[in-house]
Nanobody, 114 residues
Framework: VQLQASGGGLVQAGGSLRLSCAASGNNFRITTMGWYRQAPGKERELVAIITDFGSENYADSVKGRFTISSDDAKNTVVLQMNSLKPEDSAVYYC?????????WGQGTLVTVSS
């Protein structure tokens, strides 16, 4: 499974960004898609995930500001990030879980200026 993420960039505090990730490959079934992030000097942390049943889970720090959605037919996941804060600055990694493996995207940088 290959993951292609896009949508990172530089934005001012209070602004919005939209991250998108598309999964491709042969003979796989996705059970969970989502996003993690890693800031300099910190461990990678969950941002938001969504299951194939549509169940969503968010980090407390992003609840009410970020929204995750998926298109199962296209194997894509989108993270809409609103009201961004400087502490949201990090490399964001797309994540996919299939029945047997976990996969990670290459990471996309999000920088929020104050």
């Amino acid at each position: 499974v290959q993951l292609q993420a896009s949508g990172g960039g530089l934005v001012q505090a209070g602004g919005s960004l939209r991250l998108s990730c598309a999964a491709s490959g042969n003979n796989f079934r996705i059970t969970t898609m989502g996003w993690y992030r890693q800031a300099p000097g910190k461990e990678r942390e969950l941002v938001a995930i969504i299951t194939d049943f549509g169940s969503e889970n968010y980090a407390d720090s992003v609840k009410g500001r970020f929204t995750i959605s998926s298109d199962d037919a296209k194997n894509t996941v989108v993270l809409q990030m609103n009201s961004l804060k400087p502490e949201d600055s990090a490399v964001y990694y797309c994540y996919v879980n299939t029945l047997f493996n976990n996969y990670w995207g290459q990471g996309t940088l999000v920088t929020v200026s104050s």
